[in-house]
Each structure stands twice: as C-alpha cells, then as structure tokens.
C-alpha cells in the first residue's frame, strides 16, 4: 500500500484518483483480526485462514459491501468466509473420495489375493536397490518424516533440489515395483 502511495505522482493523469483505486484500509484493519479468528475457530489452518480472510474481503469489494455500516460488513465477512471455508472442506472430501476410489480400484486389481505381500515385497527389494542421495533422502523423508529442508540440510542440497530427488525417485521406484510385479 505504501508502495502504491510513493508512486502516486508516476501514475498517467488520465487514470482515476488513486484513493477511488484504493480498498478502504480502515474497514481491512477494523475486520481482518476478526475474520482470521474466525476462520480458525472453524479448523482453517493459519495459511488458509490468511487465504480465507483475503478472500473474504476481495469478495465484499467486488459486491461493493465496504461502504456497508461496521456491524453489517463483519457478518458480511464472517458469512463469506464462512463459505469459502465450506467450499474448500467440499473440495477436500471429494478429493479425499477420489483418490480412495482409485486406491480401492488398485487394491482389488494388484493386492487382493495376498493382502499385499507381493507389492510390500517388490517395494522393499526396490528400495534395497536405492545408492547414494536417493536412499538417504528416501530413508529420512518416509523413514524419519523428516522435512524437505532438513533433508536439503543433511545432503547439502536446496529444498527444491530434494523435492526434484524424490520425485524422480519415486518414479523410478514405481517403474521398478510395476516391473517386478508385471
């Protein structure tokens, strides 16, 4: 914001009047404490509170709610959250059903007839076949649940890097437990 009022004589004459472009900053100060609360007194992590409550407020600008009396726009704001808080729990739980359909389909295909012992087997012959960083970053990441940057840490390797690592591990350890279970 600050940044935007420094340049205000670097805008083009023609544009409307910055402060017409700005978002009330009184009604954010006044609200945002409450509506982040809220949204995690519902269960929202603090990332998705943050994300919540921004998503909030970019919803009453646009249905041009700001100029609404103080008590009106916190439930405004309290209900749009509350919404998008839905909305995202909605999306999750289909998620969550997608991916126990598929593991289900892939249970009934690959493992059912021996609980699962060919592919724990195959698993851990191709995990034995692991060298160097990409059985240390396998061990410490599934192993010890350690995180991407503790892992980076330990094998003097960025985050991304880590994360590039086991991807690409992971994808040679499926071809390899497909192939030994084909």
């Known amino acids: 914001m600050q940044a935007i009022e420094a340049n205000r004589d670097s805008l083009p004459k023609t544009a409307p009047p910055l402060d017409a472009m700005l978002p009330d900053t009184t009604a954010v100060r006044r609200h945002v404490t ?35 009396p103080s008590a009106a726009l916190a439930a405004f704001l309290r209900r749009t959250a509350r919404f998008l808080w839905l909305a ?13 359909a598929v593991a289900e389909n ?3 295909r690959d493992c059912a007839e021996d609980d699962g012992e060919a592919w724990l087997s195959a698993t851990r012959a191709c995990v034995e076949q692991l060298r160097g960083r990409a059985a240390r970053a396998v061990a410490m ?9 503790a892992i ?12 590039t690592l086991l991807a690409r591990t992971r994808q040679w350890l499926a071809a390899c437990i497909n192939g030994r279970n084909a």
């Open 34 to 68: 409450g509506v982040f609360r809220f949204l995690r007194a519902l269960g929202a992590n603090r990332e998705l509170a943050d994300d919540l409550t921004q998503d909030a407020f970019a919803v009453a600008w646009q249905k041009g709610k700001q100029s609404l």
């Open 152 to 163: 980076a840490r330990e094998l003097g390797m960025r985050p991304n890097g880590v994360r």
């Open 106 to 108: 892939i249970w009934a």
């Open 88 to 100: 995202h729990c909605r999306s999750q739980r289909r998620a969550e059903a997608a991916i126990a």
């Open 141 to 149: 990441s599934y192993g010890e649940e350690r995180s991407r940057e």
